[in-house]
C-alpha cells in the first residue's frame, strides 16, 4: 500500500483554517492545479458528507471523491471512487488540531495500483500526490498569513 502522510502548521484559528481547507472549490487557488470542481453539494452542508468534488491536477488527469466523513472544523474524510489513473483508494482524511499556536492540519491518503505498475511509477504518483497536498496548505497558510 502507498501512503502520503503530510501536515501544515498555522498561526490561525482552527475555524479559519476549516473554512479554507473545506472549501473544495479553491484548491485551483493554492497549488498548480488545472482545477477544482464541486460537482456534488454535501447532504447538510455545501462542502460536507456525501459532497462529490472533482480535482483536474492537468489536461490528462483527474479524481472525482467523495467526502465519507465531515467533523465540522475537525476532520473530514475522502474517497476517490473514479480516477484516469489505475488506483485504488483506500480513503484520505484530513483532520485539524488546535495547538497553542494555532491549528495543525494532517493530511494523509492510501491507495495502491496494480501490481504490474512499475516501482518508478508508483514511487512518482506518491511523490506528485503529496506534492500537490503540500502545496494546497500551504497555499492556504499563505493567503491566511496575508490576511492576518
Do not use: C
Not at 26 to 41: G, H, M, R, V
Amino acid at each position: 500500500m502507498i501512503k502520503i502522510e503530510v501536515n501544515e502548521e498555522y498561526n490561525s484559528s482552527i475555524e479559519s483554517v476549516w473554512e479554507k481547507i473545506i472549501d473544495h472549490e479553491s484548491y485551483k487557488n493554492y497549488a498548480p492545479i488545472k482545477d477544482s470542481i464541486l460537482t456534488k453539494f454535501g447532504i447538510e452542508e455545501k462542502n460536507g458528507l456525501g459532497a462529490i468534488r472533482k480535482i483536474i491536477p492537468n489536461d490528462s488527469l483527474y479524481f472525482l471523491e467523495k467526502i465519507t466523513k465531515f467533523d465540522k472544523y475537525s476532520r473530514f474524510d475522502y474517497l476517490i471512487f473514479e480516477s484516469s489513473l489505475p488506483l485504488k483508494h483506500y480513503g484520505g482524511s484530513v483532520t485539524l488540531e488546535k495547538t497553542d499556536l494555532g491549528t495543525k492540519v494532517f493530511w494523509t491518503s492510501d491507495f495502491d495500483m496494480p501490481e504490474n505498475t512499475s516501482p518508478a511509477i508508483q514511487r512518482g504518483t506518491k511523490s506528485a500526490s503529496a506534492k500537490m497536498f503540500k502545496e494546497i496548505l500551504a497555499g492556504i497558510k499563505q493567503q491566511l498569513e496575508s490576511v492576518t
